[in-house]
């Protein structure tokens, strides 16, 4: 497995902006999927976005059109671009990875998503007023 560590996250007005980070330690050889989950209180963890080793992603329908989601492999970070936030994106947000899972057709095929990955970092808090 690897470790997770996100960063980015924070307090901002609706409408606003942010992005998150994720630097990804650890054996990273192979394919991959990569993602965010998020969880709001007292609502189940969801995905909001993944992607895999050849760049192919896919969204939640929340976010499609204002979240974009990207990775930089020669410095093993996954980002996770925020616009137009609402304040119905708040929650805590984490990285999320599985070394099992080589694509997003894969994942899709076995009915998974990112919150079924193996690996997940500790999440940074997203806070959107209104």
């Known amino acids: 497995q690897v470790q997770l560590m996100e960063s980015g996250g924070g307090s901002v007005q609706a409408g606003g902006s942010l992005r998150l980070s994720c630097v990804v330690s650890?054996?990273?050889?192979?394919?991959?999927?990569m993602g965010w989950i998020r969880q709001a209180p007292e609502k189940e963890r969801e995905e909001v976005a993944s992607?895999?080793?050849?760049?192919?992603?896919t969204y939640a329908d929340s976010v499609k059109g204002r979240f974009t989601i990207s990775q930089d492999n020669a410095k093993n970070t996954l980002y996770l671009q925020m616009n137009s936030l609402k304040p119905e994106d708040t929650a805590m947000y984490y990285c999320?990875?599985?070394?099992?899972?080589?694509?997003?057709?894969?994942?899709?095929?076995?009915?998974?998503?990112?919150?079924?990955?193996?690996?997940r970092g500790q999440g940074t808090q997203v806070t959107v007023s209104s």
């Open positions: 992607i895999d080793s050849d760049g192919r992603s």
């Open positions: 650890g054996d990273t050889s192979g394919s991959w999927c």
């Open positions: 999320a990875a599985d070394s099992t899972i080589p694509t997003i057709a894969t994942m899709k095929h076995l009915g998974l998503s990112a919150v079924d990955f193996e690996s």
